[in-house]
């Protein structure tokens, strides 16, 4: 149900953002125009989807605990994710052997690695393996940071 | 185009892949294919986009030869992990499972694995002929598509592709139009006016289409599994021993037939809109169970429940490039994204490109040819050194996969604003599994959304704005009334079950 919710309005977002652009005319469709139907599509695709009160039902069940959270770590998903978002914020200013390192040393501890020297020895080693394959053999220019490398 | 003409081509197109550097790269896409396929959270669609941008350095007909290699080897790598450990390395091998598991509990691993191989190879090897004698005559059928039949054949596509995903076709629907959506941002493929970028230069060449790929299908599958309890991130998976490798006479003799009826439904369904190798091993495994003489030996370690289902999604996933070269449409998410990948090469496919870079179309089905030998070669000596990989526990390969997407997805333009649309695609990825949203309708209308939007102006513009134009020609009134069909079908379903129910009942 919220989903439907969530993409009836993205669908009525892209209707009022596409408004906004040259719809032409039919004979000369403008850029807005096939947006304009793509976002009517959507909404009354989602208007269905949250009116049919059978798939309502099989949809909140499956929303509802049906999801499968394994032990109720579903927080584990969301610190992952911000680990992730943490590594992205600071690749241009740590550059990518130091990042990677990071993010390696801090997935492994949170995935439940019993000993940190154990998961630096993993994270030391995965890192400088991506960097000489990545920047050394690939040459890929990805960011220095202030360690240079 | 000849029969003979097509057999001169295909030598040609040897001597295009039998070049060192293509041999090379056909056995790297190979192995690379392998890993993935072996890989539990890893398919072939994350894995040919990470490999995107290792193949920026190289022409197209070596990139599109490697990135193949990748797409087939992973067909045969799934099946490892569905015989060895019951689970499937990709979707694909989801049938593989049943019987194949089965026979490793009876310590015939290694004759299972062995003619997964064998069936693969001969799948493969013969719809690559399919492939190379079909495609030029289709070609030149297709040269009478104009932008109508184009648009007709894409919504047709997306429908049947909703369709046939197994979920709810609404669900399915919306996410292609998410996908077609999400397809019109950047510069407008007519006028070249900015569109939903929101002043950002970023935003100009539209949303990467591998940050999608790589967020919906990689790390949403390892967001999944993040969920899961600290003991089965411990777990080591136990590979069973291996008592012989080879396949008997009588294995090989109960799988012949087996190999080859997958062979042509597999083939058969490739060349139609679909998760293609899902269905043909589905549709394989059905067939084989209802001619044996012995169905129940099915579910209990038959062996034609393995070679057919195996024989079949190698068919399919080299049939469904058909569709890729000689039309220029994609109909499933992995051909999807080699239709990016060879956008990014400066190669436009569509009913000319055989003609315009035969080196291409004829190398990269040559070394098709090649990768399947290279595959067999591979897959059967060394399939315990393969199966070792799944002795890596999970807390540990989860990171080691991020990492690798995280690397991968920062290659391919140097933006960072690349990583934060693959996050938010992962994040997504993840809540469409929780909500039972279909990523695939998404991506394949993603990629062809602009291909979609421009032949549907330029309909109207020849048609000086009626929608007639759309029902006056024949062969896009023949899509369209099959897309009608196919979004009638739950209706239609879903009325005869409840009269059949209300018959019952009275009776």
């Given amino acids: 149900m919220v989903a439907s919710i969530l993409v009836f309005l993205f669908g009525g977002i892209t209707m009022l953002l596409s408004l906004q652009l040259p719809l032409g005319t039919l004979r000369m469709p403008g850029s807005g125009l096939f947006p304009l139907g793509l976002g009517l599509i959507l909404m009354g695709l989602a208007a269905c989807q949250i009116l049919q009160p059978r798939l309502r039902a099989a949809a909140s069940a499956k929303s509802g605990g049906g999801g499968g959270t394994a032990d109720g770590s579903a927080h584990r998903v969301l610190v992952f994710l911000g680990i992730m978002a943490l590594a992205t914020a600071l690749l241009d200013l740590l550059g990518f052997p130091l990042v990677a390192f990071l993010l390696m040393l801090a997935l492994l501890q949170l995935l439940g690695a019993r000993r940190w020297r154990d998961s630096a020895l993993i994270a030391l080693l995965t890192a400088g393996a991506s960097y000489i394959l990545f920047v050394r053999w690939l040459q890929i220019p990805l960011p220095k940071g202030w360690i240079g490398l | 185009m000849d029969v003979l003409g097509s057999f001169q081509h295909l030598l040609t197109g040897f001597g295009v892949a039998t070049t060192l550097e293509n041999l090379s790269y056909c056995l ?23 490999l995107i941008p290792a193949t920026f350095g190289l022409n197209a007909t070596s990139a599109i030869i490697m990135l193949a290699g990748i797409y087939y080897g992973a067909m045969y790598g799934g099946s490892t992990t569905s015989i060895l450990i019951n689970v499937p390395g990709e979707t694909a091998s989801v049938m593989t499972c049943i019987d194949g598991y089965q026979m490793a509990k009876q310590g015939r691993a290694g004759p299972a694995l062995a003619i997964c191989a064998i069936g693969s190879f001969v799948a493969g090897s013969l719809a690559i002929l399919g492939l190379a004698f079909l495609a030029p005559p289709l070609a030149e059928a297709a040269l009478a598509f104009g932008p109508p039949e184009f648009f007709a054949l894409m919504v047709f596509g997306f429908v049947v592709l909703s369709n046939v ?36 230069v970023s935003l100009l060449g539209g949303i990467e289409f591998v940050a999608v790929a790589i967020g919906l299908f990689g790390i949403g599958e390892v967001l999944v599994n993040v969920e899961q309890s600290a003991e089965v991130m411990e777990q080591r998976v136990l590979v069973p021993r291996f008592r ?29 809109p679909g998760p293609a190798p899902v269905i043909a091993t589905y549709a394989s495994y059905m067939v084989e169970k209802r001619i044996s003489k012995h169905p129940e030996r099915f579910g209990h370690g038959a062996i034609e429940g393995v070679a057919g289902p195996e024989s079949a999604n190698n068919s399919a996933c080299q049939a469904a490039f058909i569709p890729l070269f000689v039309l220029g449409i994609p109909f499933a998410p992995p051909t999807a994204i080699l239709l990016g990948a060879l956008l990014i090469h400066g190669i436009n496919p569509g009913p000319t490109m055989i003609s315009e870079h035969p080196d291409l179309f004829w190398g990269v089905v040559a070394s098709m040819y090649i990768g399947n030998f ?41 933006f960072i604003v690349d990583l934060w649309v693959m996050l938010g695609c992962g994040a997504l990825g993840y809540l469409m599994r929780k909500w039972a949203y279909e990523g695939a309708p998404l991506l394949l209308a993603l990629i062809l959304g602009p291909k979609m939007e421009v032949a549907f102006r330029q309909s109207l513009m020849i048609s000086h704005g009626g929608f007639a134009i759309f029902l006056a020609r024949p062969v896009s009134l023949v899509f369209l009334l099959g897309t009608l069909m196919f979004l009638l079908m739950p209706l239609i379903k879903g009325a005869l079950r409840s009269f059949s129910r209300r018959a019952t009942a009275k009776a």
């Fill in chain 2, 244 to 272: 012989d490798l080879y396949p008997t006479l009588q294995d090989l003799k109960q799988s012949l037939g087996a190999i080859l009826r997958g062979t042509g439904i597999g083939f058969g369904v490739g060349l139609v």
């Fill in chain 2, 165 to 200: 995903t197994g979920g709810s076709l609404l669900k399915a629907l919306m996410m292609a139009v998410v996908g077609l959506i999400i397809g019109t941002i950047g510069m407008d493929p007519v006028t070249g006016n900015p569109r939903f970028t929101f002043g950002t």
């Fill in chain 2, 28 to 50: 790297i896409g190979a192995i690379v294919g392998t890993l993935v396929g072996v890989l539990p959270g890893l398919g072939p669609i994350a894995g040919i986009a990470l």
């Fill in chain 2, 374 to 414: 290279v595959l067999l070669l591979l897959n059967l000596p060394f399939v315990p050194l393969f199966a070792n990989i799944l002795r890596i526990p999970k807390k540990v390969l989860l990171p080691l996969v991020m990492l690798f997407c995280f690397t991968g997805m920062y290659s391919v333009n140097n």
